[in-house]
């Protein structure tokens, strides 16, 4: 099944721990990219990759990293979280193929910073 | 600066009704304006997308109507049921073309009632 995979699903954590939420997806896809969403806020996009070792920032990147190694995964790194980060993140895929490069979202993380 | 301005916040429709969300965006570069659907739990889900060459396209019960000239898009959802009950976000891609990058809007919480 074509899809995007984001673990884990739920992550409550303290601040200042090191975590890392990964993300897959099987579709061959070149783009890929981490959203967040805040009540009232809708989506924003923290950084986005347009193919393996290309990356850049979107919106909100303060505070967080990534990494394209592979081109099935794009792993969003959190090197000390702090409580303004609590939010759903999503993980989204895109081909470059297509007439409209449709975005593929992950199922989503809920992460808690306390 | 938010790019694309998104309303209402929320709405409740009696089932069978009509329901429509309105969005303004400001850049003209962008070219292409989807609409998504997001369960509760759930990551967003392309819906449906028009081009700006294009006034109207219709898929079963959504119709997105784009006013160009007014630089405004909107969704239609006729005969509204319980089953539409979702939070509804528009984007616009861009700018340039090629672009994948999405803007999206603050969302819309619809709640269909029996």
């Known amino acids: 099944e074509a899809q995007v995979t984001q673990n884990p699903r739920y992550l409550i954590t303290v601040t200042g721990k090191k975590l890392t939420v990964t993300c897959s997806q099987n579709?061959?896809?070149?783009?890929m990219s981490w959203y967040r969403q805040d009540p009232g806020l809708g989506l924003r996009q923290i950084y986005y990759s347009m193919n393996v070792e290309v990356t850049d920032k979107g919106d909100v990147p303060e505070g967080y990293k990534v990494s394209r190694k592979e081109k099935r995964n794009f792993p969003l790194i959190l090197e000390s979280p702090s409580p303004n980060q609590t939010s759903l993140y999503f993980c989204a895929s895109s081909p470059r193929t297509g007439t409209y490069n449709e975005q593929f979202f992950g199922p989503g993380t809920r992460l808690t910073v306390l | 600066q938010q790019q694309v301005k998104q309303s209402p916040q929320s709405l409740i429709v009696q089932k069978g009704g009509i329901s429509i969300i309105n969005c303004a965006y400001e850049n003209t570069a962008f070219d292409y304006f989807p609409w998504y659907q997001q369960f509760p739990g759930k990551g967003p889900a392309l819906l449906i997308a028009?081009?700006?060459?294009?006034s109207e396209k219709k898929e079963g019960r959504f119709t997105i109507s784009f006013n160009k000239s007014a630089k405004q898009f909107s969704l239609h959802i006729m005969d509204s049921q319980p089953g539409d009950s979702a939070t509804y976000f528009c984007?616009?891609?861009?700018?340039?073309?090629?672009?994948?990058?999405?803007?999206f809007g603050k969302g819309t919480k619809l709640s269909v009632i029996p």
């Open positions: 579709m061959n896809h070149e783009y």
């Open positions: 984007a616009a891609r861009g700018p340039g073309a090629g672009s994948y990058q999405l803007t």
């Open positions: 028009i081009r700006p060459d294009v």
